[in-house]
């Protein structure tokens, strides 16, 4: 793949996830009749039957990553250089930008808006820090020992943390900052925002430590 | 497989599609009591769920199309003769409407009906555009890296369609005219059915654009 | 296998199979509070994925047929001996007997009931007919094109059946006549019985002629 | 793996599952504003996918038991040692009530908490001795046919059992004793708990001694 190909990849699939992210929630929140756990299960099948077909589709053309903290996790293991990096994680914050924006314009709303809706306190902190070291887990453990499945383990896991999690798991410094831009469903106002990134990039690096040492001494896949 | 079993096998598909998804909105508006969101989440189960049955069943006897977008993308790629598509996308819009009155039979509704709903606007334009961008790229990408996957990642792709897109995914121009046949939960009134069909082509265009950019340099799968 | 544990295995499956789709028919209607689609979500899902795991524990037993359709099919095509076939059929009556008291059982309800449920009308009937046709369609196509995903198409066929056809898809007549001993939400009245148990056996054959026909000239899989 | 590591990662993969269960069980009674069906049709799809996650992730590190008496079944069958066996029930123990401290924590309520909730009687009993029966075949038929598929079969057999069993499936004296110390939608008084646990372990007994049997000829996997 050419440089270009690569950062053009990781931003469309970010910007794909963003829709389905925003847009249904959009959606399960227009039908659900103010019974919100309808539709977060709107929500959550939306997203992680997106999530396994994303990944699926963008793997090889740019790893998929769609998160700045799974970059992250690559770079710090060296499987990731630098330079790429970077660019990805540009890609992924303005992808995950124009998803919201698309989102918007296909339920015709404005497409500026700016969340109101506050998610803080110590919980919320806790609860990304744990949907990230699930996250970022679920990524190293299943890519050493069965790679081909880990595109369906990270939709299923998000399937899970949706739920389990009471911060409904944004574990993504880049849908994080998107889901700012929405005044719906899948918003969280700004000021919460510096809380939900410095919770996930905690979260990551307590999960490299703690999965980098408990799949050391397994051997690598060939 | 001869020329006639491939035509009889993608219109028996796509009538068995179209039943799947008529029927199982009818059984979701019967029973929801007036919540939209619970009909939806019974109509996006049964499809998705039918549709990677469906795609596996089919298949192998007639490339399991159901869809004269997708026969055009073959079509365009060189992977399907001119006159083969043409009766494919007879034996869709015809399979299609037997399908339509198949649920009408079951249900004990008149064979005939008209939809009213009306389903217009840019939004609803741009959703059909972008829900038939994504179906066609999953398609072009899962079948270049994936191709047992390809079946599953459609039935997901709709699954997660059905709700992030303000339409809920007809992305199918077949399927859009044979439900302007129903005046139910799937339904779609006939002036808004012009509107649908020329953002599908559209989104099928555009995404063979796109994404064949970006397979290009990625090698075919052996 | 010997002959005492085939048979004893298909008894089991048959009797863990009714009491997934009896007990989860009591769970649903006990905490929907009145809406039956809430609770046909609970008993579709429950049936899907207990169906896909039984299927995959008993194939290699059993064959897993749990219905007497299906053993008609395999005895026609010539896949099962005709004593072998008897003996089947009885174990599957009994075995779905034994699971509705089960799920009784379990939710402390008398064990011996009759349904009052009456499931009558030409749409029934056709219902019933449509869904054998594609569950027999499922088998005989998956198990020729790609045999190790028979068990999850037949429990995903069902979980879209459960929607699409206005019977809810019992598709089996062991499973009909044990669920007219059930007066739950699963039930059946003895006097609809025969009309699904026939459109169930109509279904069935013409499955076989059609799909026969489309699947002749595909090479069997190695 | 060392010793340590393997304990480690059993602790670790049991709390993740707890957290999950109650996690998700707060998340469903929070929203689902007292529809229980829908509260349970969340928690269902939560556990159910962060089970199949949750064994991929740790099946290579631990054989991701997380359940004394799937610990106990490999010691009978002689596939774990006595001593790992014995850490392991204690890890599970542990790192049960360390999941639902965490799932506690997230969601800003007491860490110390005791269940009020009563679940008696003989049926219940019975649920979880079928509950756990189920369990231990599911994983010794697939276990001995289709290996690969395990995680997948236990997450979906869990999927059924929420809904088909009348106690909604604890099936481990782990979970069950660590649900006691919750006071939330998945929550068990202790004075339930013996029964349930003395329920498991009869299940698990006749499953070994049925399973055994049922799969006695047939020949192990290579």
Redesign the interface.
Known sequence: ??FA?NI??EA?GTA?LL??????GI??QR????????????????????L??LI??????SGAHFNPVVTLTFLLRGDTAPRLALFYVAAQFNGAVIGVW??H????EPLWQISTKLRD???QG??EA?ATF?LI??IL??Q???PE?TPT?VG??I??A??????TSFANPAVTLARSLTDSFAGIALPSVPLFIASQIAGAVVALL?FG??????PPHV
Chains 1, 2, 3, 4 share one sequence.
């Open positions: 793949m050419s190909r053009a990849a469309l794909m829709a389905v992210v925003v847009g249904s959606m399960g039908l659900a009749a103010g019974n919100d756990a309808i539709a977060l299960l709107g929500n959550t099948i939306a997203t992680g039957a997106g396994v077909v699926h589709m963008f793997a090889p053309l698309a989102a314009a296909m339920f015709g306190g110590w919980g806790l609860a744990i699930g887990g679920t453990t299943t050493r020992s069965r499945f383990a299923l896991y399937t899970a949706y739920w389990f999690t009471a911060s703690v040492w408990l799949i050391l001494e397994e």
